[in-house]
């Protein structure tokens, strides 16, 4: 029977990473960045990737990591949610490290990433899905020719992995495309378009094998940080309606206020239960990975939207002001509901991988 529960270095690693939120990526730090144009914070990157070494624990300690599990990165994917770090760590971390570590024998970007000295990004949209179709750039005489929507991070990456029409993955560096930002509803986590005119490009490996890895890993550990940012929301939720006070009681202890916050508890414990064994299948390579991460998806982007909304409105007036930080968490949410594929299309996967297809 496998063990969901958090291990002592699990928790000892969730008090590290919440020890170092608090001290650099506070709720007013995180909106004075969203409101300038550069929305990433450099000094948080590098404390997580250089001064604790998160950036590698996929990577194996031969190719410079540490050697953890998906389990580890799920615990902090928990934090960076609650703080809505504006980091890219889902991005280079998770999905750009997974797709390096599909393609034999590893390359040396893996270890660059797996430092923190680089950013990477994989140039597929964010709203696709593991098992959907993706945009590919045309492969002609040697260079890269195409334009790319939607690709998280973009803007921060220093190499993009770009898969092509002959089947190839590339590496490319970012200074060599054009990047232009595009709307986005989430500010801590922008994309971009990304424009290749004629760039030159290395040979990784075959796309498909590390496409399809990569995207299944941020899909299945995204759930986790859906988990901590509707955890984060339960709890100040709480915090708050037991400090405001109407009619010389505290507002949390109406009967109507109580039921929607046991209700949202109960959908938190679910989307905890659901994340862990999304992370648990993956660290152990497990042939039920698949439908783990199906039903993790569908499961929690609903209930960290529904978490996020709430925390809006039983907030009240200030939970509407731009001042205090819930706006962001609701962004979050959303963004994060369509991020790696809809709630929908993944039951739609889960339906078809466990032969319960619609007649």
């Not at 002592?8 to 690693?13: S, V």
């Not at 750009?96 to 034999?104: F, G, K, Q, S, V």
């Not at 989430?186 to 590390?210: I, M, Q, S």
Request: hydrophobic fraction near 50%; charged fraction near 20%.
């Amino acid at each position: 029977m496998t063990d969901l529960m958090y291990s002592e270095e699990e928790e000892a690693l969730r008090a590290a990473v919440r020890d170092l939120l608090a001290d650099h990526c506070d709720a007013a730090g995180v909106l004075a960045r969203v409101e300038s144009d550069t929305p990433y914070d450099p000094e948080l990157w590098k404390a997580l990737a250089d001064g604790m070494g998160l950036a590698g624990l996929l990577v194996p300690e031969s190719s410079g990591g540490q050697g953890a599990t998906h389990r580890e990165v799920a615990v902090v994917l928990e934090e960076l949610g609650r703080a809505v770090a504006p980091v890219p760590y889902l991005t280079s971390a998770v999905v750009a490290t997974e797709a390096l570590l599909a393609i034999p024998p590893a390359d040396d970007l893996l270890g660059e990433l797996a430092s923190g000295r680089r950013i990477g990004a994989l140039a597929v949209a964010l709203n696709v899905a593991p098992g959907a179709a993706y945009q590919l750039v045309r492969h002609e005489n040697g260079a890269l020719h195409g334009e790319l929507t939607g690709i998280a991070d973009a803007a921060v990456a220093d190499v993009l992995l770009v898969p092509a029409d002959d089947g190839g993955l590339y590496a490319v560096e970012a200074d060599a495309v054009t990047v232009s930002p595009q709307v986005s509803l989430d500010l801590t986590r922008p994309v971009a378009t990304v424009l290749l005119e004629g760039v030159a490009g290395r040979l990784l490996g075959d796309a498909e094998p590390a496409v399809r890895r990569g995207l299944r890993a941020g899909a299945g550990l995204l759930a986790s940080e859906q988990l901590g940012l509707a955890d984060w929301c339960l709890t100040e939720m709480v915090r708050h309606l037991n400090d405001r006070k109407q009619f010389n009681r505290p507002v949390g202890g109406f009967q109507a206020l109580k039921h929607r916050l046991a209700q949202l508890w109960l959908e938190v414990v679910n989307t905890r239960a659901a994340a862990r064994n999304a992370a648990d299948t993956l660290a152990t390579g497990s042939t039920d990975a698949d439908v783990a991460v199906a039903v993790a998806q569908a499961y929690a982007a609903p209930v960290a939207v529904h978490a996020a909304e709430e925390a809006v409105q039983l907030h009240g007036g200030i939970g509407m002001t731009w001042e205090h930080p819930v706006h962001l968490y609701l962004k979050r949410a959303k963004a994060d509901s369509i991020a790696y594929g809809t709630a929908g299309g993944h039951r739609e996967a889960l339906a078809e991988l466990v032969d319960l297809r619609a007649p």
